[in-house]
């Protein structure tokens, strides 16, 4: 949850991980070659706009669009576009607020269905403290953010890094063999049904794992970062744990 953040300034790494759909649609931009810069709020997202000449303002505030935003939060219709010269400007409820509350934290990364395998095996040995935080909405982990989380909760774990609490090892042990489609009982997903939006549930269920580079928000933009693995230590240090 966005409120939660600020307890791991400024010793952890931070991946925030909004599936539906933050996260997915900044990790899309990137990997399509468009710049994205993500907005906390609706009034921070029109004055980031206007440092940019003809810029891409999308995203959404409690399920809606925005006015005088051009497209909503979606990764779908993000992907269908060929304007990948026009820097995008995101808001959302949840997502992007995590992201901008990271601000501070030793490094801030990004995490989706799409890039999760290639993202924990980065991570280890490059940051000994690793919170894995699901953006939630209303309140509440949603499924399918708890299945990312678990996702790389436990590929690190594998590597060496120990869960930092019980809610972090109870959240592996529940998700991390979980198929995608295990979040089809989210509330998330149930808003997307509700709301027409059904083609970027089709798109997050239909691209899983599928890049092999990172994304890290620096300076406040989204980067596409070389996925491969750091050099290897000798021994995981006493330190190193992951938390969600």
């Not at 990997?31 to 004055?47: S, V």
């Not at 399918?144 to 590597?159: P, S």
């Not at 609490?165 to 042990?173: C, F, G, K």
Request: glycine share 8%.
């Amino acid at each position: 949850m966005p409120e939660s953040v600020r307890r791991y300034h400024p010793e952890w790494a931070i991946v925030a991980v909004d599936v539906i759909r933050a996260t997915t649609t900044a990790i899309t931009a990137a990997a399509m070659g468009r710049r994205c810069f993500p907005a906390p709020t609706i009034a921070a997202a029109l004055a980031l706009a206007g440092e940019f000449e003809h810029p891409l303002l999308a995203g959404e505030s409690g399920g809606k669009m925005p006015a005088a935003f051009e497209m909503d939060n979606s990764p779908s219709q993000l992907a269908g576009r060929n304007d990948i010269d026009r820097p995008l400007v995101l808001v959302s409820s949840s997502g992007t607020k995590v992201i901008d509350e990271a601000a501070g934290c030793e490094a801030i990364y990004l995490a989706c269905y799409r890039s999760y395998s290639v993202l924990a095996s980065y991570l280890d040995g490059r940051h000994d403290r690793v919170a894995v935080i699901g953006a939630g909405s209303l309140g509440e982990f949603r499924e399918e953010d708890q299945i990312c989380c678990a996702w790389v909760a436990a590929r690190l774990m594998e590597q060496g890094y120990v869960p930092e609490n019980r809610e972090t090892t109870a959240i592996v042990a529940r998700w991390r063999d979980a198929p995608p489609e295990a979040c089809l009982g989210s509330r998330s997903v149930e808003f997307l049904k509700r709301t027409g939006r059904t083609n970027d549930l089709d798109f997050i269920l239909g691209h899983i794992d599928d890049l092999r580079h990172v994304f890290a928000v620096r300076n406040g933009e989204v980067k596409m970062i070389s996925g491969r693995a750091p050099v290897k230590r000798d021994e995981q240090p006493e330190e190193a744990v992951v938390e969600c």
